[in-house]
């Protein structure tokens, strides 16, 4: 089964760059949207960032312009390049990829989360 392996987390200074990565132990479908989503304390999960197949990408507003996303399907891995980070980027990261038949199946899958604390 697909399984999400997330690691790059750590504390960084306000305005620094941190990028996570998020590989899959068996290799996606090619209709798999990936994406990143955080959830900070007291907060609901929501959605940062996420990238089809096709490449095409979204972002959250408080996030656009700071963060991108990619993927490598050479390395099944999806990432996440964080700039400019604010304390408000403070939050657990988790990486997910997700897919909707035609049929009405759901195919959807998350990584463990990885810690992001952005403080001085």
């Known amino acids: 089964q697909v399984q999400l392996v997330e690691s790059g987390g750590g504390l960084v200074q306000p305005g620094g760059s941190l990028t996570l990565s998020c590989t899959a132990s068996?290799?996606?479908?090619?209709?798999?949207?990936m994406g990143w989503y955080r959830q900070a304390p007291g907060k609901q999960r929501e959605l940062v960032a996420s990238i089809t197949s096709e490449g095409i990408t979204n972002y959250a507003d408080s996030v656009k312009g700071r963060f991108t996303i990619s993927r490598d399907y050479g390395k099944n891995t999806v990432y996440l390049q964080m700039n400019s980070l604010k304390p408000e980027d403070t939050a657990v990261y988790y990486c997910?990829?997700?897919?909707?038949?035609?049929?009405?199946?759901?195919?959807?899958?998350w990584g463990q989360g990885t810690q992001v604390t952005v403080s001085s």
């Open positions: 068996g290799r996606i479908l090619s209709a798999y949207t």
């Open positions: 997910n990829g997700n897919h909707v038949t035609s049929w009405g199946r759901t195919y959807d899958y």
